[in-house]
């Protein structure tokens, strides 16, 4: 199992357990993971599933692609880390990682 | 001055299920005047996903959210419906009995409505501006920060920062750039979503020197009594620096507030309005919610729910607008007097 971290705004941090091929959005969801809101289903057409990477993993995951771009410009309070959880796939590759939640979605 | 309507049902959202909503109603002979603070019809479907796919609408394998807007347009066509768009409904007062119900729905741009019942068909709330992260940024809203341009002279020969990356911010660009002292636009990329001929348009103006284009992000407003003076831009390179502005146009998208629904006496449960799953109803007798804006055991936010919840109200509508007159049920394919109202017949 690939392990996820996830910390709030406020610091406190949840681990969980992801299942390879679902996304980081869909791992929080599941787990009732706080500070993701994710209203369009992951379809990438809402920006409420925005995440903070940590700066480890900035250079590990693929690159955000075009249409992740252009809804990222709709989210609060983008960094040059800022993802959307939706469009990031859980791998092997991916345990371990750490995302933070902003202080709001949209 | 205030413009006064007189119909049977006020449509509050045009949804899709508010758009349906006017066929359910105008089989059974209920006009309907519908108002929504978009623009243009078709909620959701229309502004946050216009050229997605859907595949769970009956009848149709796919469809776009856009085609599907169209249609419902074309499908109420014969029932004449009266759109209000660019207005808030911003209160719903009960002037009737629970027997007999009448409502004064009133809008933001001063019109006041006359009904029988009203159809709160507001789905996630009323699409309002996202405001950027900001500190402070409240001081100026309305005074020299704006989310939307509603008259351009207001603009003229202001130092106008516009903030964001869409067609709004590019349109907005070009438009005012005639009449603004100078135009700046930051976004925080070097990506445009907007079309690209208004990317290209902008670039242009940048490249012969007559606006300013900056990559990074506002970080602080600076200003007194509610007028900007600076704003601070932090561009990629983590170097800040004061630019001068004295109008501000940030272009964040919209969001869905509640908004004021909440002030209009009804019972919400999270944001929600519940009703009763044979008419719809909500606490208030006449007044229906239908759509991703009820709730109820069981409820689904889906299209076709919401077209089920409105062809149910319409029946309990059909009493109050017409207490003497006995409902048959009939079909759109076999009734002729139904054909009529569609023009088929
Ligand atoms: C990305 C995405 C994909 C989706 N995919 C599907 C799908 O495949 N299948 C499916 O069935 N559903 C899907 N949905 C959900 C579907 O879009 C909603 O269920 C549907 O739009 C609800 O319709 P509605 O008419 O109730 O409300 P909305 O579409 O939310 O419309 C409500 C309207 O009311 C207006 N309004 C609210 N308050 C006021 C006020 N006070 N004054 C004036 N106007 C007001 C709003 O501005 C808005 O235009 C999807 C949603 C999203 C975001
Ligand atoms: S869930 Fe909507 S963009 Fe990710």
């Known amino acids: ?106 | 001055m205030t413009e006064h309507i007189k119909t049977d049902a006020v449509i509050i959202g045009a949804g899709p299920v508010g758009l349906f909503a006017v066929f359910e109603l105008g089989l059974l002979d209920i006009k309907a005047h519908l108002i929504d603070i978009l623009d243009r019809a078709g909620g959701q479907c229309a502004e946050l996903y216009p050229e997605k796919p859907i595949y769970d609408i009956p009848g149709f394998p796919e469809v776009s959210g856009q085609g599907l807007v169209d249609n419902l347009m074309k499908q109420i066509e014969p029932f004449n419906p009266q759109f209000h768009f660019s207005e808030m409904v911003t209160s719903v007062e009960n002037t009737g009995t629970a027997e007999a119900p009448s409502f004064i729905v009133k809008t933001d741009n001063d019109k006041v409505f006359e009904c029988k019942v009203v159809l709160i068909a507001a789905g996630g709330g009323s699409f309002q501006p996202k405001k950027p992260p900001i500190a402070g940024i409240e001081a100026y809203e309305g005074k020299s920060v704006y989310y939307a341009v509603r008259k351009m002279e207001a603009f003229r020969g202001k130092k106008v920062m516009i903030v964001g990356g869409g067609d709004s911010a590019l349109d907005w660009t070009l438009n005012l750039h005639p009449l603004a002292e100078r135009i700046t636009l930051v976004h925080r990329r070097d990506e445009f979503r907007a079309a690209p001929h208004s990317v290209n348009a902008m670039r242009e103006l940048v490249a012969a020197g007559k606006m300013d284009l900056m990559i990074g992000q506002v970080m602080e407003v600076k200003g007194a009594n509610g007028e900007l003076s600076h704003a601070v831009v932090r561009g990629n390179d983590k170097t800040s620096m004061d630019v001068a502005c004295t109008a501000m146009l940030p272009f964040f998208g919209l969001t869905m507030k509640l908004g004021p629904i909440a002030e209009w006496g009804l019972h919400l449960h999270e944001n929600l309005v519940p009703v009763d799953t044979e008419k719809f109803e909500t606490s208030t007798p006449g007044i229906f919610a239908v759509g991703d804006i009820n709730t109820y055991p069981g409820k689904l936010k889906l299209i076709l729910s919401g077209f089920h919840e409105v062809a149910l109200a319409a029946q309990k509508a059909h009493r109050y607008v017409y207490p003497n007159k006995k409902l048959t049920f009939q079909y759109t394919t076999s009734s002729t007097s139904l054909q009529k109202k569609l023009g088929v017949g």
């Not at chain 1, 995440?51 to 995951?61: P, T």
């Open chain 1, 1 to 106: 199992m690939t392990k996820i971290t996830f910390i709030d705004h406020a610091g406190k941090s949840t681990v969980v357990d992801a299942e390879d091929g679902s996304t980081v959005m869909e791992t929080a969801i599941r787990n009732d993971v706080p500070g993701i809101e994710a209203e369009c289903g992951g379809s990438c057409s809402c920006a409420t599933c925005h995440v903070y990477v940590d700066e480890a993993w900035a250079g590990k995951l693929p690159k955000a692609g075009p249409l992740e771009e252009d809804m990222l410009d709709f989210a609060y309070d983008v960094r040059p880390n800022s993802r959307l959880s939706c469009q990031i796939t859980v791998s092997a590759a991916l345990d371990g990682l750490v995302v933070t939640t902003p202080e709001k979605q949209g």
